[in-house]
């Protein structure tokens, strides 16, 4: 039991990981038609606006303290980040800290307008063209963002930590009355769990309390007849779009604590969020979320000692195998509608 | 000859003619000149274009006859690799049944891969074999250590067994050859200020990429060629007519994915060594990109852009900023800093960036890819001469539309 839900927690982050982006990946693809094999770039762009916003906080300018020498013999200089100079060392030192949760507001924006961009300076052009062009000229523009990330930030990846008050790990199990020291599992994945929950369930609600998401629920059904009433659906849709490449560029921020962020992070999360998209059901926002966690969670449990025992490196190849079961035996996928790319 | 019409076999003894001079046409420049990074008369770049032209060829019989677009044709390409070095290993280092296997065995691979993913088309088609292409990578990485080396590679030892070459008494890995004939050996001519090198490996990748593209010609003239052109525009239609597409799309797939494996195994014949890195989808999204940056549905296009991406990157690469500095050197000290930095961004490191542009730019603008852009220059190019000519050919209405698979 303990091995079980341990397994469990250990695939919800990547999980969420997975059921973020490809929520984003459904929403384009519900909505615009489109399959956008840039998306796994934009969720690298957001985990480098975590990387930016903690560089910028940290900037700081020196100073020489006479009345210490380094190790040299010559004065020491002292770096004060500009934030602890303004805002005094204990908030400006708490800003720093916190540079990953605030970098969540700061990317935003800055995800909102890319999506805004990508949709109505490049996609746009493509609604009409066929499935096969709409992935080369998304997966062309990976490529570009990928080398654009690459030229400013390096090719190494940049540890981002997440503040000090999530840095370790707790006993989960002791907390619900199992054995102690059976369940550690690290603050910043639960933090990272419920995060995406919330945004999950943001999204969600958003779709259907919102007479906004209403219009566009409508617009996926029938973009036709709701154009005919008079409701201009492509900025809605764009709009979607925008919001898409938020919610994945938050998937990204979140994660640069537990991946330091690397210029090629966005394609090995695109190809595993495209088989979740299609497991779960093209176009199936429920479909997408669910497959994410079940995919997560099934790689964690090939990853046992256990089952790897029986079948070596399954943990390799798992959700691959379950891609190729389901897509054989349930061509539309887990929740996918009828007659939603079905060929 | 040889089956072909006239138009074809002129075409294809243009290509036969191209390839047997490629390393006197890659060496325009002449040493010393300040031109001379342009040369791509080397063996190794001249090979390489040699083998993803193979490679190229093979992918555009799946996707420009049928379009089923496969992201995972990487995986017949590294699965080839393997089994020629595994025959170099166990057998001989003599390369042609090392071809044949990496042909053999890339051709059961894809009677396996393909019999599955081409139950799906679209964009599932696209995923099943990308995620098939992923799951012969990690295990590659992984479970078939034994077989593959792991994240080292697969390579050559002293105490490989060879059993047909006989007990070697040398302390040196032994090279490729064909018949005896060393893989690596070159023969160099200089002439006219320039080094022309004639290299065993590259004759050797050229006779049979052009045995390749012969094949192929047959191929796309064929019947069959007809039928996996009927799958591409209607599919739906010819299961109404009562015919099953199935067979015949495997077929295609099961050919190119053993052109795959023969561009794999040539690679491994060059170059005795094989790593999982040759099955990444990055490997596949290339060969995508070739075939679509040179025109996927025709025959020269595939060739046209595995040629032109190799020697790009080959070129590109090796500009850094100081041979940019000593171009621009004539420009006013400022003005120069700025033409370097921006030229600087798209060359040496910055290639990937300048091929992810090209590219989506000819997705955009010329989804025919360079031979529909080299048609139309033609096109332009005949107009201006007879501006004046009523019934021009260019009029839609006097005649037919060219038929868009002709070359």
């Known amino acids: 039991m303990d091995a079980i839900l341990l397994q469990v927690l250990n695939g919800l982050d990547k999980g969420s990981a997975y059921a973020l982006i490809a929520l984003g990946l459904t929403l384009i693809f519900g909505t615009l038609g489109v399959v956008n094999f840039a998306h796994g770039a934009i969720f690298m762009i957001g985990a480098f606006c975590a990387v930016t916003l903690s560089r910028i906080l940290s900037l700081s300018f020196e100073t020489i303290d006479p009345t210490k020498v380094d190790f040299l013999g010559n004065p020491a200089t002292i770096k004060t980040p500009y934030v602890e100079a303004w805002f005094g060392p204990e908030f400006g030192g708490a800003l720093i800290d916190w540079a990953v949760p605030l970098a969540i507001l700061f990317s935003i924006p800055i995800m909102i307008a890319v999506g805004f961009i990508m949709e109505r300076g490049l996609i746009k052009h493509f609604y009409k063209r066929p499935h096969a062009d709409q992935i080369l000229v998304t997966f062309g523009l990976a490529i570009v963002l990928q080398e654009v990330i690459k030229y400013f930030y390096g090719a190494n990846p940049i540890s981002t930590p997440a503040p000090e008050v999530f840095k370790g790990s707790f006993d989960f199990g002791a907390m619900f009355g199992f054995d102690p020291n059976v369940i550690i599992y690290p603050y910043w994945r639960m933090v990272y769990f419920l995060f995406a929950a919330v945004v999950i369930g943001a999204v969600f609600s958003f779709l259907r309390f919102t007479t906004f998401g209403m219009v566009v629920r409508a617009g996926m059904a029938d973009r036709e007849t709701v154009g005919l009433l008079g409701i201009d659906i492509d900025r809605r849709f764009t709009i979607m779009f925008g919001l898409a490449a938020a919610v994945a560029g938050m998937a990204g921020v979140m994660y640069a604590p537990i991946l330091s962020p690397n210029y090629h992070m966005g394609m090995d999360f695109l190809v595993l969020s495209f088989v979740v998209v299609v497991v779960g059901g093209m176009g199936s926002l429920p479909g997408a979320v669910a497959a994410g966690f079940l995919l997560g969670v099934l790689e964690s449990f090939a990853s046992m000692n256990e089952i790897k025992s029986i079948i070596p490196g399954i943990d390799q190849i798992i959700i691959y195998v379950v891609a190729i079961i389901i897509l054989l035996t349930r061509p539309r996928g887990l929740l996918g509608k009828r007659g939603v790319m079905e060929e | ?407």
């Open chain 2, 1 to 407: 000859m040889l089956g072909l019409n006239k138009t074809d076999s002129k075409f294809l003894l243009i290509v036969i003619l191209l390839t047997i001079f490629t390393p006197i046409l890659m060496q325009p420049f002449a040493a010393n000149s300040g031109l001379d990074q342009f040369n791509g008369g080397y063996p190794d770049l001249m090979q390489k274009v040699a083998i993803f032209g193979i490679f190229a060829v093979g992918f555009n019989i799946l996707f420009g006859l049928t379009g089923y677009l496969s992201f995972g044709h990487a995986a017949f390409l590294g699965i080839g690799s393997y089994a020629a070095v595994w025959m170099f290993k166990l057998l001989t280092m003599n390369v042609i049944p090392a071809i044949l296997l990496a042909m053999i065995v890339s051709g059961l691979l894809a009677v396996v891969i393909g019999y599955i993913s081409l139950r799906r088309s679209g964009i599932y088609f696209s995923i099943l074999t990308l995620a098939f292409a992923q799951m012969c990578y990690k295990m590659a990485y992984s479970v078939l250590t034994p077989i593959t080396n792991g994240e080292t590679g697969l390579q050559l030892s002293l105490s490989d067994p060879r059993v047909l070459d006989g007990a070697t008494t040398s302390t040196s890995l032994p090279v490729t050859n064909i018949f005896g004939l060393a893989m690596n050996s070159s023969y160099k001519v200089e002439a006219l200020n320039r080094v022309f090198t004639f290299n065993v490996g590259f004759y050797f990748c050229a006779i049979i990429a052009i045995i390749a593209f012969y094949v192929a010609i047959r191929l796309f003239r064929s019947p069959f060629g007809m039928m996996l052109r009927a799958v591409k525009s209607n599919q739906q239609r010819m299961n109404y007519m009562g015919l099953n597409t199935k067979p015949y799309t495997l077929a295609a797939f099961v050919i190119s994915g053993m052109y795959a494996g023969l561009a794999g195994g040539l690679l491994a014949a060059m170059d005795p060594l094989a790593g999982a890195d040759r099955m990444l989808w990055t490997a596949s999204g290339e060969v995508v990109i070739m075939t679509i940056l040179g025109g996927a549905g025709t025959l020269m296009g595939p060739v046209l852009g595995a040629g032109v991406i190799k020697y790009l990157e080959n070129i590109f690469s090796k500009i850094n900023e100081t041979v940019l500095h000593s171009w621009f050197h004539w420009l006013p000290d400022g003005i120069e800093e700025v033409v370097v930095w921006i030229f600087a961004r798209f060359t040496g490191e910055g290639w990937h960036l300048t091929l992810g542009i090209t590219f989506m730019l000819v997705v955009t603008f010329l989804p025919g890819g360079l031979v529909e852009g080299l048609k139309r220059l033609a096109r332009l190019a005949r107009k201006g001469r007879k501006k004046t000519d009523k019934f021009d050919e260019s009029d839609p209405d006097h005649t037919p539309p060219p038929s868009k698979h002709v070359v």
